[in-house]
């Protein structure tokens, strides 16, 4: 599976950006699509995921309420609608996916994924 990421920009503080993840084809049934991502000299952490299998969506605390990730099965491509940016939310954002389901308390570690996208700048200006 080939993941890529695409969408990131500037964007000034409390603007939106909308990042895409196309998949070279349709991923393994019941497999989630996450986001993650990665600041300078910061670890890599969970920004987002839906879990096909049960079609819930999951959320870090940071960003709930000002993200959205939904998926297009027709285009085999996730989303992540990001409104209200903020600084803080400058990283390298990745997209990542799995083959089959995963345990609900595992979806948001980053090594529960099997395969990730190349990474898209968002960068939010104060």
């Known amino acids: 599976v080939q993941l890529q990421a695409f969408g990131g920009g500037l964007v000034q503080a409390g603007g939106s950006l909308r990042l895409s993840c196309a998949s070279s084809?349709?991923?393994?049934?019941?497999?989630?699509m996450g986001w993650f991502r990665q600041a300078p000299e910061k670890e890599r952490e969970f920004v987002a995921a839906?879990?096909?299998?049960?079609?819930?969506?999951h959320y870090a605390d940071s960003v709930k309420g000002r993200f959205t990730v939904s998926r297009d099965n027709a285009k085999n491509t996730v989303y992540l609608q990001m409104n209200s940016l903020k600084p803080a939310d400058t990283a390298v954002y990745f997209c990542?996916?799995?083959?089959?389901?995963?345990?609900?308390?595992?979806?948001?570690?980053?090594?529960?994924?099997?395969?990730w996208g190349q990474g898209t700048q968002v960068t939010v200006s104060s």
């Open positions: 084809q349709r991923t393994s049934n019941g497999a989630p």
């Open positions: 990542a996916t799995r083959d089959g389901r995963i345990v609900t308390s595992y979806i948001n570690r980053a090594e529960a994924y099997d395969y």
């Open positions: 839906i879990d096909t299998w049960t079609k819930r969506t």
